[in-house]
């Protein structure tokens, strides 16, 4: 055994704390699946280019066709999506990132489909089941939708807007001493008896309501073909598509009065999953890509970044642990030192 | 799956929903040899249901040519396509149903079908009046014409087991258990247009503003006052009447539309080896060769054609077809007496007594209490 100076057996304790350290957490990671913390900081990023989101940690969560119902998607075409998370306390935010090499807002023409993405959220404290929920398991889904973006930059897309050149003279109800051809929704339309043809509009439906204030719907969901769109929508977001990337940010605050709506509570762990839609692939409804689950924790008000993804306390043992095993490898090339050499026999 | 029994295909198939079949179902016939193209049913139902913003290429009524029009274009065409090979055994029908093929095939969908693209929507009327073949020199008429066209007339067929229903993955299509009729809930749609792609007659429509989609009501406010479609009443022609049909078996041959289609197999279902059950059934063009026929409406062309010439000898048939068009309310029984033909609601009321054969007046040249002549001027 040779001469081991102080300086390499303090080396050597460290390596061994090093070495124990990485295999702890390796242990503790595997057993808790991908994770994301929401990044604690006093102001959330203003929109999706703010370059405050280029430090918050991200995920990538991959993506698979949903094959679980009809209509199926048979092939993905889009493979991941990357998970960011900011909140300050009061709101949060998610930035959703994905690769999109073609931008498609309109769903104006009968055969055009429009991007989307969504984020499900459990209601209250179980698990739900992937894709939808579950009777008894309900879920909140927040959907945003490229053409709502652009309904809600543009104004309302209008059947100008697919056809600039188009014509028509007249409609029952439209008064065509006050509004000139070809006309525009809603504006001229907003009459008695012209309202009843645009029977979508007239009914409440969702997805023909012109006055949108979100690009986000906030729904629902128990189960396949339950989905529902929420009396109270509380989610707002912006999405921008740039050089074949689709930028897309969520926000809503942490805490709403709605008991079907999901409950983010800093400190607490919970289950997200994702869903991404491509338009220039007619992908909608049911036909998408789809995750796992990934959890989020919320980091509560007041902590800094890196945020621990565990108890508190399994890191305080954890630590003393990792201490009592580097004193411990010092002592013991000490002492292989000192019989070696012969510098002692028991201390 | 479920397993359903479909008369005209005689044999059971699958079905992703249990047959239940509604109390009453709306059904028309359709006399295609009467059919001049007017388009005042396209023009009917357009200026009642499909003036708003969004609808404008929509005609939940068309009238197109055949052999080389389609509203969308080729929509047949594309629907035989997909469907493969059409095999008949007799009556009964051999070859797979559009529900049957989604099963046996792998695209993921419960039925197979395609999504029309914008240009396919557009020129509803192309193909209008243009003719199967040339006309060579020394050709001359005959029956069937050497070279043929004839207008197809087309609404939704309220099926009763619609493609558009079975594919809807959010069960927001219906079918009415009073009537049969077929509707879209406008709260529930969320466009995402399965429906669309399913449908072979592609008779349900996407509106481009609302982004939810639409299709022919049966003008369902005019039934429940016991009154005819719009494309029915409006019909210059007078070349269609409406009324319920009923099963083989169930058949009332005092209801118009059960004794033309039960009673004298005059009248046929468009397609039906789709497997949907469609309740709107045509009168076959007798001047059109018969193996275009049997690809449409099946192998009852011949004997339907037959009759349909020897109608004017048949005075409750001749009666049934007197009686298009002559009332704008909805023919629950019909009775032909006396050389006349009567039309009753569902009350017993009479609502439409019509003679088989006009009468004939003599008008004299030379009008005495007038001191005029009377022209026979056009």
């Known amino acids: 055994m040779v001469d081991v100076p102080l300086i390499n057996k303090a080396a050597l304790a460290l390596l061994v704390t090093f070495a124990f350290g990485l295999a702890a957490q390796g242990v503790v990671l595997a057993q808790q699946g991908p994770q994301l913390t929401s990044i604690y900081r006093s102001k959330l990023p203003s929109s999706p280019a703010d370059g405050a989101w280029k430090d918050v940690p991200l995920a990538e ?77 309900m879920v909140n889904i927040w959907h945003w939708k490229a053409d709502w973006q652009e309904d809600i930059v543009k104004g309302y897309q209008d059947v100008v807007d697919t056809y600039p050149n188009f014509y028509k003279d007249a409609y029952p109800g439209v008064n065509i001493l006050t509004a000139t051809p070809p006309f525009r929704f809603p504006a001229d339309f907003d009459t008695p008896a012209a309202r009843p043809f645009m029977i979508g509009w ?63 509570t800093p400190g607490k762990e919970m289950p997200l999953a994702f869903a991404v839609w491509n338009g220039a692939n007619q992908e909608v409804g049911a036909r998408k890509q789809t995750s796992t689950f990934l959890n989020v924790t919320v980091e509560p008000a007041g902590e800094n970044a890196a945020g621990l993804g565990a108890e508190p306390w399994v890191f305080i043992v954890g630590l003393a642990l990792l201490l009592a095993a580097g004193y411990g490898a010092f002592r013991l090339v000490d002492r292989m030192e000192r019989v070696s050499t012969g510098t002692g026999h028991e201390q | 799956m479920s397993k359903v029994f479909n008369w005209q295909i005689n044999r059971e198939m699958d079905y992703p929903y249990e047959a239940a079949p509604p109390k ?60 493969g090979p059409q095999t008949w055994n007799g009556n009964t029908y051999t070859g797979k149903t559009l529900i049957e093929a989604a099963m046996a095939g792998t695209d993921g969908r419960p039925v197979v079908g395609y999504t029309p693209d914008a240009l396919e929507w557009a020129n ?55 009537d049969g009729i077929v509707l879209v809930d406008q709260e529930r749609c969320r466009g995402y247009r399965e429906c669309v792609r399913s449908c072979p007659f592609k008779k349900m429509m996407y509106n481009i503003v609302t982004r939810v989609s639409e299709k022919c009501i049966a003008c369902f406010p ?51 080896q789709f497997g949907l059950m469609n309740n709107i059934y045509y009168v076959p063009p007798i001047h059109v060769p018969t193996p275009y026929l049997v690809q449409m409406f099946g192998l009852g062309v011949e004997q339907a054609i037959q009759r349909y010439k020897e109608a004017k000898d048949d005075p409750e048939t001749l009666g049934v077809f007197m009686l298009m068009g002559a009332t704008e309310r909805w023919v ?30 003599i008008r004299q040249n030379y009008d005495a209490s007038r001191l005029v002549f009377r022209h026979n001027t056009p």
């Not at chain 1, 994905?98 to 991007?115: E, G, H, I, P």
Request: with cysteine.
């Open chain 2, 124 to 178: 509803p009327n192309i193909g209008e009046d243009e003719s199967a073949g040339l006309i060579e020199s020394g050709t001359y008429f005959a029956l069937p014409h050497p070279v043929w066209s004839f207008y197809l007339q087309r609404v939704c067929n309220h099926c009763s087991y619609p493609a558009c229903l079975a594919s809807c993955p959010r069960t927001a299509i219906y079918k009415r258990p009073e």
């Open chain 1, 61 to 137: 969560v991959p993506l698979t066709p949903q094959m679980a119902i009809k209509p199926t998607l048979l092939a993905a075409t889009v493979s991941s999506v990357s998970v960011r998370s900011v909140n300050d306390g009061a709101k949060v935010a998610f930035l959703l990132e994905w690769a999109d090499s073609s931008r498609d807002v309109s769903a104006s023409r009968q055969d055009l489909f429009r991007d989307a993405a969504a984020i499900e959220f459990p209601v209250g404290t179980d698990i739900p089941a992937i894709c939808m929920g579950v009777r008894g398991q």
């Open chain 2, 24 to 83: 009453k179902q709306f059904g028309a016939v359709f006399d295609i040899n009467k059919c001049i193209a007017c388009q005042t049913c396209s023009m009917m139902c357009k200026n009642a249901w499909t003036s708003g913003r969004g609808q404008e290429y929509m005609f939940w009524n068309n009238v197109e040519t055949k052999p080389y029009g389609g509203y969308p274009q080729q929509w047949d065409v594309q629907a035989l396509s997909l469907l």
């Open chain 1, 202 to 264: 007239q009914a409440g439906n969702p997805m023909s309501q012109p006055q949108r204030t979100s690009p986000v719907e906030d729904t629902n969901a128990v189960g396949y073909s339950t989905i529902t769109h929420k009396v109270k929508q509380q989610v707002d977001g912006v999405g921008t598509w740039d050089q074949g990337v689709w930028r897309v940010m969520f926000v809503r605050a942490l805490q709403v009065e709605d008991v079907d709506a999901a409950s983010i």
């Open chain 2, 332 to 361: 629950e029984k019909f009775r032909v007496v006396n050389g006349e033909a009567i039309g009753y609601d569902a009350k017993g009321d009479e609502i439409a007594r019509v003679p088989l054969k006009e009468p004939v007046q």
């Open chain 2, 222 to 272: 005019r039934v429940e006052q016991g009154l005819q479609p719009y494309c029915t009443t409006g019909c210059i022609g007078r070349i269609r009447i409406n009324g319920w049909i009923h099963s083989p078996q169930e058949a009332d041959l005092e209801s118009p539309v059960d004794f033309l289609v039960h009673g004298r197999k005059i009248a046929l279902p468009l397609y039906p």
